[in-house]
């Protein structure tokens, strides 16, 4: 489903969502939620998996850590197991809008959802 439409004024979901969120309020439009989970992506079009942690989420977009470089405009198949079972997995493509390498050799990595539940 794409990103755009899942959250048309049509659909509401914007209302339902921005009811649920609670989190830390920065800039951008929507509210970031700090979710700490393991999560694994891929580079579309690309075989090999990789391991990450995600930082935090929006209703537009995560942040997450890697050992794996990125680059800039890369579209990602990001997958996401929340732990708790009530709580489904998450599949969505993001496009990355920021890779920034830290001092610990991984990379901090930013990226702005573009369609959900695509992989």
Do not use: W
């Not at 009811?19 to 439009?29: E, F, L």
């Not at 891929?42 to 075989?47: D, Y």
């Not at 090999?48 to 935090?56: I, L, R």
């Amino acid at each position: 489903m794409a990103f755009d439409s899942f959250f048309s004024k049509e659909n509401n979901s914007n209302s339902v969502i921005e009811s649920m969120i609670v989190g830390k309020s920065d800039q951008r439009g929507f509210l970031r939620m700090d979710v700490k989970s393991k999560m694994t992506f891929k580079i579309c079009g690309k075989n090999d998996v990789y391991e990450a942690t995600s930082n935090d989420l929006s209703a537009t977009g995560i942040s997450f850590t890697s050992k794996q470089q990125v680059n800039e405009g890369d579209l990602l198949e990001v997958h996401m197991e929340p732990g708790i079972d009530i709580t489904p997995p998450l599949a969505m493509t993001i496009k990355v809008i920021r890779a920034i390498a830290t001092d610990s050799g991984e990379y901090e990595i930013a990226g702005a959802i573009d369609e959900v539940g695509s992989n």
